[in-house]
């Protein structure tokens, strides 16, 4: 950390800063523990330097940032942060926007743990920016055929198929099985209701 915190200071007018550096911080921001004292110290220091935005190109930099962020309860902040990174890693990215916003949940419900389904609707709710998702969120719904053809077999031969009807079902909509198999449970859970 010292070490770390001196080459800082030697190069803190470097545009970029020596890539010995960057690395040497992303290292620092792995190994110490997400809650400890000198973790926040290190977010600090090189949040507070002029070549901050070099430091949030490391996944492990910015993951360490978001921690902290995170256990000071400044969500607004961790996610403000996400959107100005430009870490490579865009799925972890995701996933770290998905985390910022179970946590502030978690908080706002006061419990430790959230089910699928809140983590569903937490995510639905708000979803990640264009700057981390630039091609978008995969769309998870069939397509207007699929679920025509769907329906209609549901309508005129069955709504709960057996192992065979939905293997061939399948097949012909290029589905896998347990894609069809949930189809059709949550198509006879909404008959219900």
Known sequence: M???MAMLKKNENEHPPPTKLLNLAGQLCRELKSSSPSLEKLVETMMECKNKRYFLTNIHV???CVSVHIHKGQHDAACRLLEYCKAEEKEELVQLWHEIH???VMEKHQTDVLTPLQKFRCRKRNPPPISLCPEGLKNRNYSEKVRQHLHRFAAEVTANPDKKQRERLARDMNLQPTQVYNWFAN????QKS
Not at 187 to 190: C, F, L, S
Request: glycine share 0%; proline share 0%.
């Open 2 to 4: 010292n070490k770390f």
């Open 62 to 64: 910015v993951r360490a």
């Open 102 to 104: 179970y946590q502030r």
């Open 187 to 190: 198509y006879r859970r909404r």
